[in-house]
T-cell receptor
Framework: DAEITQSPRHKITETGRQVTLACHQTWNHNNMFWYRQDLGHGLRLIHYSYGVQDTNKGEVSDGYSVSRSNTEDLPLTLESAASSQTSVYFC????????????FGPGTRLLVL | KNEVEQSPQNLTAQEGEFITINCSYSVGISALHWLQQHPGGGIVSLFMLSSGKKKHGRLIATINIQEKHSSLHITASHPRDSAVYICAVSGNQFYFGTGTSLTVIP
């Protein structure tokens, strides 16, 4: 069965360190998204990609970067982790942007000390 | 101002009660989505709709495009329905509500 996975599921790091969160989907979807979820804010879009070599900034992209070298993977990198980036991160994918269901990964809990 | 507003934020119900969660949005959309987030954190899609009504088991979702409003109904609620229900809309990108936390008491 097709799926979307994230790793690690939990991560503790120190401020200033570079952190990469992995997202891998086997749906063969062109569109992939990274969100963060914080109390009182709901899900907020960090970065998204509509295909290989395509990346776009979302609502809260500062301090984050992504790259898309193949269809299956969209890793999210925190260049220099900050305590404000402590959050739960969700990756999602969809076949199209406008009307199709998004499929979510299980999430990664990141704690920046 | 949030593009998607949900109400109520928190809801506690007795088992068997009929539950309604509301969602209003302010942007043009291609579709509206209802998502369920379990206590463990996983998010699953319940419905995607662009008009009318959809039903799946005890869950019913409706949308009024003219009023930019959707409702999620749960009939004969059960403790296993306890979760956070999230409304999202999609157009050029996805916008999410902050969720409604539902607790169903036996």
């Amino acid at each position: 069965d097709a799926e979307i996975t994230q790793s690690p599921r939990h991560k503790i790091t120190e401020t200033g360190r570079q952190v990469t969160l992995a997202c891998h989907q086997t749906w063969n979807h062109n569109n992939m998204f990274w969100y963060r979820q914080d109390l009182g804010h709901g899900l907020r879009l960090i970065h998204y990609s509509y295909g290989v070599q395509d990346t776009n900034k979302g609502e809260v992209s500062d301090g984050y970067s992504v790259s898309r070298s193949n269809t299956e993977d969209l890793p999210l990198t925190l260049e220099s982790a900050a305590s404000s980036q402590t959050s739960v991160y969700f990756c999602a994918s969809s076949e199209t942007v406008g009307g199709e269901t998004q499929y979510f990964g299980p999430g990664t809990r990141l704690l920046v000390l | 101002k949030n593009e998607v507003e949900q109400s109520p934020q928190n809801l506690t119900a007795q088992e068997g009660e009929f539950i309604t969660i509301n969602c209003s949005y302010s942007v043009g959309i291609s579709a509206l989505h209802w998502l369920q987030q379990h206590p463990g954190g996983g998010i699953v899609s319940l419905f995607m709709l662009s008009s009318g009504k959809k039903k799946h088991g005890r869950l019913i979702a409706t949308i009024n495009i003219q009023e930019k409003h959707s409702s999620l109904h749960i009939t004969a609620s059960h403790p296993r329905d306890s979760a956070v229900y999230i409304c999202a809309v999609s157009g050029n990108q996805f916008y999410f509500g902050t969720g409604t936390s539902l607790t169903v008491i036996p």
